[in-house]
Nanobody
Framework: QVQLAESGGGLVQAGGSLRLTCAAS????????MGWYRQVPGNEREVVAT???????KYANSVQGRFTISVDNVKNTLFLQMNSLKPEDTAVYYC???????????WGQGTQVTVSS
C-alpha cells in the first residue's frame, strides 16, 4: 500500500510562488507515473501536471510555463514548483501515484493553495 504525504500549500498573493512536495512511502518500485491534480468545490478534479517513469512531463495549458513538476527518485518525492500564481490557481492540490496495474492508483489527502488578488 502506497502512502502519499503532501505539504507546501498555503496562502500567497498573486504573482507569488509556492512549492508543493509529495513524499511517497510503501513501495520500492518506481511508479509508472506521478502527477499533481487540483479540485475546486463543485468542479471535477483536473490534471495539473504529470511525469512518467522516464521523466516525460505534461502540463495543463493553464499552467504551462508557470509550473514545473519534478521528482527525486532516490527519496521518492514529487515536487510542483508554482510561479506567477493567479487567483484561478486556488484549489486543493492532490498528489497521485500510478503503479503498473490498474489497482495501483493512489491519492494523497490534498493540500490547500489559496492565491489572493
Amino acid at each position: 500500500q502506497v502512502q502519499l504525504a503532501e505539504s507546501g500549500g498555503g496562502l500567497v498573493q498573486a504573482g507569488g510562488s509556492l512549492r508543493l512536495t509529495c513524499a511517497a512511502s510503501g513501495s520500492n518500485v518506481r511508479p509508472s507515473a506521478m502527477g499533481w491534480y487540483r479540485q475546486v468545490p463543485g468542479n471535477e478534479r483536473e490534471v495539473v501536471a504529470t511525469i512518467s517513469s522516464r521523466g516525460s512531463t505534461k502540463y495543463a495549458n493553464s499552467v504551462q510555463g508557470r509550473f514545473t513538476i519534478s521528482v527525486d527518485n532516490v527519496k521518492n518525492t514529487l515536487f510542483l514548483q508554482m510561479n506567477s500564481l493567479k487567483p484561478e490557481d486556488t484549489a486543493v492540490y492532490y498528489c497521485n501515484y500510478k503503479g503498473w496495474t490498474i489497482e495501483a492508483d493512489y491519492w494523497g489527502q490534498g493540500t490547500q493553495v489559496t492565491v489572493s488578488s
